[in-house]
């Protein structure tokens, strides 16, 4: 609340279940269950506390998740997915507009008469950038729509963007009692790295 009134930005907070190695998958990119359900339980309870739920495409592609609450009574996140030129398959669950608002964020690349389509299936198009996805140009957007808070559940590429532009207000790792190891598994943050 504090932030968004003093800055008109959401508050982030990125979520990761990882194991003790860092892991977020294995190195066939097996990632479900990596935590008990007791955190799942915690993580519907984030979801339902925050305004909108983000991710980047890969995370849709990959996983083809609903993004919503599993709570009794509780509310569907607004889902945010990050997808400079509008990857996003045009039968992922994420956009069933009837379980509650789905944004996508794509760059000037974004083939025209895909968003189209999905604006005609009641998906939400933001231009957020001329090559790739702006991610500050992005929470000024949706800051500007009202939405105040953001669970971050991206994938480490998503996470290491989103951390490397100073977006990230608060950080919940979940850590599971596994170990995966591989070079080639994905960790919660990817990318260049830090130097």
Known sequence: FFKYIKTKKPFVVMKTGTTLDGKISTV????KWITNE???????????SLLGIMVGVNTVIKDNPRLTTRIEGGRNPIRIIADSTLRTPENANVL???QGRCIIAVSQKADASKCERFKQKGVEIVVA????????KLMEILG????DGILL???????FSMLKEGLVDKVITI???KIFGGKLAKTSVMGEGIE
């Open 28 to 31: 066939t990119g097996e990632s």
């Open 38 to 48: 007791k955190s799942r339980e915690y993580v519907q309870k984030l979801r339902n």
């Open 96 to 98: 069933d507009v009837s």
């Open 129 to 136: 950038g001329d090559e790739k996805v702006d991610l500050k």
């Open 144 to 147: 500007g729509m009202g939405i």
């Open 153 to 159: 559940e991206g994938g480490g590429e998503l996470n």
């Open 175 to 177: 850590i599971a009692p």
